[in-house]
């Protein structure tokens, strides 16, 4: 499943080099990983009832070209590859020229609410990757 989360660059995103700040780029991959759930229809209360949370352990982002205020990106998130615990998802950020400006690997881990240790991924979440 792909799903595509369109933003707007804002002045509080740019930094004093005039473009945007590095680390707001993992603030717009969080914002596609929570469109992708929530297109999924895993919600937080979902993955709650199932006693589980998800949490992130690596984040590999390349950054292409730098960003300015106003510019118009896309996020896509994609499923990359799915464990026993752990899965990752493929992110890209395109500009409104469609050129890429980052993109990056992001692997998460199943966590047991309770326990707070891994486990394995729900179901709910191993078909996405089918």
């Excluded at 740019?14 to 999924?40: C, F, M, P, S, T």
């Excluded at 209360?45 to 510019?71: A, M, P, S, W």
């Amino acid at each position: 499943m792909k799903v595509s989360l369109d933003i707007v660059v804002r002045s509080t995103e740019i930094d004093v080099n005039g473009h945007v700040n590095n680390a707001k780029y993992l603030e717009y991959l969080e914002w596609g990983r929570e469109e992708w759930y929530e297109q999924a229809g895993l919600h937080y209360d979902v993955f709650t009832e199932l006693g589980v949370q998800t949490v992130t352990v690596n984040i590999n982002i390349n950054y292409r070209q730098e960003c300015k205020q106003g510019d118009r990106l896309t996020i896509t998130t994609t499923p990359e590859r799915m464990g026993n615990s752990s899965y990752s998802l493929k992110q890209e950020i395109h500009n409104q020229r469609g050129e890429r400006v980052a993109d990056a690997v992001v692997t998460s881990v199943a966590m047991d609410i309770a326990s707070r240790k891994g486990r394995p991924v729900p179901e709910a979440l191993r078909k996405l990757f089918a």
